[in-house]
């Protein structure tokens, strides 16, 4: 099993910067992809950003430009650099992997974190 944990958010003014972090725990080697996405109040979780094992990466319209993402793919570590953040990036921001490596079999699964807040206050 992978439990996956975020941290990072907070309150933020808009044009600040936050950077958030995600870091995986249990039985895995590496994942195929990390990535975050986020749920504002009243709203269908979307997609922020994707990067993969090969650090291909794939951003939202709305993050482009504005957002960054890395992984330590060997600790199962994904980061989110936020800059110049916006009101309409205040959401719920969750860590998610998937396609799982074991020392022993590949697992076609996906794991989610219980997510941070980020609020950016006008």
Known sequence: QVQLVETGGGL???GGSLRLSCAASGNFVRFNTMGWYRQAPNKARELVAIIS???S?????SA????SISMDNAKGTVYLQMNSLRPEDTAVYFCTSRG???SGA??????????TL???SL
Do not use: H, S
Request: proline share 0%.
């Open 118 to 120: 980020v609020t950016v």
């Open 100 to 102: 799982l490596w074991t």
């Open 106 to 115: 590949y697992y076609d699964m996906d794991f989610w974190g219980n997510g």
């Open 64 to 67: 482009k430009g504005r957002f």
């Open 53 to 55: 094992r090969g650090d």
């Open 12 to 14: 933020v003014q808009a």
């Open 57 to 61: 990466t794939l951003y939202a319209e």
